[in-house]
């Protein structure tokens, strides 16, 4: 097929007008988007979490079937379609525990790093996350493993003073920050990556030369 020279002309004028439509569209789109800023409070009452862990399934529960904080903070979770890393001092909080465990058997990647001193203590969740099949490491120095953080598909980060535990989630005065803030997600992902290295099982020390007669 040939083109005249003004027919040529008109196709690649036309051509030109769609791509800058489409230019302009995207850069409508970029401004409309809101950066995600959000702060939850806690403590949250005791409500039904059902709704969001099992949505569309009725739950005769007695709880309420209110939105509180951690309805929210568990569909913010639940929502990571790639990659979740989760960095806490430790997990007992059972909705918080499944939704984890939800995302692993969905097939997002799920790294968790916890404080070994309190992996096996009353209420953990950690040993059935690893049962699982969910990949746990964890410290092996003296001081707490004390951060309080979680990644969702490296665009998201969840931080603040809340750790996954039923009396922080129920009862103690707590915040949680998240923000799609790229600066911050990224410094949150280095210091992730940082430690799941430095607690590699392959370079744990079970006999430290101090301790050997």
């Not at 004028?13 to 850069?27: Q, T």
């Not at 920050?177 to 911050?184: G, K, P, R, T």
Request: hydrophobic residues 40%.
């Amino acid at each position: 097929m040939s083109y005249s020279y003004p027919a040529l002309w008109k196709v690649l004028a036309g051509a030109a007008l769609c791509l800058s439509l489409e230019m302009m569209f995207r850069c409508i789109r970029r401004r409309r988007r809101r950066p995600l800023r959000e702060v939850l409070f806690f403590p949250a009452p005791l409500s039904c979490t059902e709704p969001v862990l099992s949505p569309g399934l009725s739950c005769p529960c007695p709880l309420p079937h209110t939105d509180t904080a951690l309805c929210r903070l568990l569909r913010l979770l639940l929502g990571a379609q790639r990659s979740l890393e989760v960095c806490v001092f430790t997990v007992s909080s059972q909705p918080l525990a499944r939704a984890v465990l939800q995302l692993h058997h969905r097939g997002v990647r799920v790294r968790v790093i916890s404080d070994s001193d309190y992996m096996a203590s009353h209420g953990s969740q950690i040993g059935v996350l690893r049962q699982e099949g969910v990949v746990v490491r964890h410290n092996q120095s003296e001081g707490y493993m004390h951060h309080k953080f979680a990644i969702l598909d490296k665009s998201v980060v969840i931080t603040g003073s809340l750790n996954w535990t039923v009396q922080a989630v129920h009862t103690n005065k707590e915040n949680v920050l998240i923000s799609d803030d790229q600066a911050y997600v990224q410094a949150y992902l280095e210091e992730f990556e940082r430690l799941w290295e430095e607690y590699d099982p392959a370079t744990y020390d079970f006999f430290p030369e101090k301790d050997q007669k």
